[in-house]
Every structure is written in C-alpha cells, then in structure tokens.
C-alpha cells in the first residue's frame, strides 16, 4: 500500500514537472517575442541621455502648448527616445542663441530647422534634411506693390534673429537697398501684427511655417509670394562628433524608410516635406 501511495505521489509529481516544463517553454517565447518587440534600437551611443537644444515658438516644428512641447522636430526625438531607450532632454534658447549651446556643452543636438550654411559648416556638423521648404517673402492680402524678392529695395523686411534668409535677401541688395528689422524671437506672431500696424512692409519666413500660421488663424490676412529660395531643415551636432552624426543619420534614415517620417509630416504640415518636391 505504501508502495503504491509512493507510486502514485511520484508520478503526480513529474507529471506536474512536465506541465511547469511545457508551461515555461510557452512562456519563455512570449517572453521572447515581447522582447523583440519592444527591443532597443541600438545606434551605437554609449549614453543614457541626450540634451537636444530647440527655440519654442517656431510652429508646427516646435512650440509650447499648455506647458507641454510639441512639433514635427518634438515628434522626431519623441520616436527617438521610445526607439533607443536614450532619454531626451530638452534646453531652450533664442534661436540666434542655439549653437552656443552646442559650443558650451550644454546641448547634444539642435533641433531647430536649421539650415546648413558654408560658416556654420566651419565649426559644426549637419545631419541629413528632415525637411525641404521654400525661403519666401510674406505680405499683407491687401499688398499690390510687392509680388517678388524683386520688389524690396526701399522696403523694411521683419525677419528673425539668426535666419540665414537675410543673407540671401543682402546679396541680391549689396548697396543695403533693403533694410531690416532683427526679432529675437523665432515666432511670426509679432512680425505679422507689425506689417498690420505698418510698421514694416514684409516679413521673410518659410513657407511651412506661414502656411501652417494661416491655417491656425482664420483672421490673420497674409499672403505668401513665390519662393526665391529652396532650402532644408536639419539636425545640428559638434563636429567632432561623428559618432553622434552618424548615428542620427542612420536613425532618420530608418524612419523614412518605414514611413514614420513621412507620418509625422502629414500630421503637422498636412504634406510630406521630408522629401524633396520633384
């Protein structure tokens, strides 16, 4: 009798093992498919952290809305973050003010729709576009005068602080034809309502940016002329940090290749514009 409750107790026993055992197994792949899903995007950064530098205001790239900051470029780093497991912080600044961020320490990247120029090329490196847009000049609906670039000698132009699009403007006016009113600030709030009051007669800025401006205000009665120049917006980092560099830009180039890219274009802008136009 004791031979057989032994028997029986044993039995019970492996059979119980078998089932743990066939119950792991299962487990252990969920477990790994979960993990898989969920893994780390590996980029090759030996870092926990990554500052990124941005001038709030600069809408949809960047901007604040009940205290919380978001933007095509917020987006970007938002899917960075969730994909490498590397956490963002962000530094604000004027925009005239970013690159010293990067020249200090204080920041890893900018993220501010910066252009690539040959002197900021000198000390710093550029990613590839995550966005193609047009230079214009913007005027009031009601303007009749200026229909181009063509048009602005004698004019006052609002554009802001750092915008290399004033370089352009004063090469095709080397005589100082055109004059200029520098804000500090990246946003066109202030810039618009001045060619209102006319205090001065056009504002040069991106066409995304204006469109996009338009778009969230019914009231607001510009019009944007045909662009004089196209451009890119991009990443900036140290130029001695080629492993950052490379790293973003293969993380970009996995994004437009899935079409995250492309999405959150779509969503901010209402087009695509991380690729050139044909």
């Known amino acids: 009798m004791k031979k057989k409750t032994l028997c029986l107790i044993l039995c019970a026993a492996l059979s119980a093992v078998s089932i743990v055992g066939c119950g792991n197994k299962g487990d252990d792949k969920e477990t790994k498919e979960e993990t898989q899903k969920t893994a780390e995007l590996d980029l090759g950064l030996d870092m926990d952290k990554i500052?990124?530098?941005?001038?709030?205001?600069?809408?949809?790239f960047e901007y604040e809305e009940d205290g919380e900051l978001k933007g095509y470029d917020?987006?970007?780093?938002?899917?960075f973050e969730k994909r490498t497991g590397i956490k963002v912080e962000w530094e604000y600044t004027d925009f005239s003010g970013l690159l010293g961020l990067l020249q200090s320490g204080k920041a890893d990247v900018v993220a501010a729709?910066?252009?690539?120029?040959?002197?900021?090329?000198?000390?710093?490196?550029?990613?590839?576009?995550v966005s193609y847009y047009g230079s214009c000049v913007i005027v009031s609906e009601d303007n009749k005068e200026i229909k181009s670039v063509d048009d602005l000698a004698g004019k006052v132009v609002g554009v802001g602080a750092g915008n290399n699009m004033q370089g352009d403007v004063e090469a095709k006016y080397p005589n100082g034809e055109v004059t200029f009113e520098t804000y500090t600030s990246a946003t066109l709030e202030n810039m618009f309502a001045d060619m209102e009051y006319g205090r001065i007669d056009a504002v040069l800025a991106q066409d995304i940016q204006t469109y996009t401006a338009m778009k969230n205000?019914?009231?607001?009665k510009v019009k944007v002329l045909p662009p004089f120049n196209s451009s890119t917006g991009n990443l900036v980092m140290s130029k001695d940090n080629t492993e950052?560099?490379?790293?973003?830009?293969?993380?970009?180039g996995i994004l437009r290749e899935d079409g995250t890219l492309?999405?959150?274009?779509?969503?901010?802008?209402g087009a695509d514009i991380s690729e050139e136009s044909k």
């Open 51 to 60: 500052t990124v530098a941005t001038s709030p205001g600069y809408e949809p």
């Open 74 to 79: 917020v987006d970007i780093w938002n899917e």
């Open 113 to 129: 729709q910066m252009t690539p120029t040959e002197e900021r090329e000198e000390e710093f490196s550029f990613s590839d576009p």
């Open 217 to 220: 205000n019914s009231n607001l």
């Open 244 to 252: 950052l560099t490379e790293a973003v830009n293969k993380f970009l």
């Open 262 to 269: 492309k999405e959150i274009s779509e969503k901010w802008i």
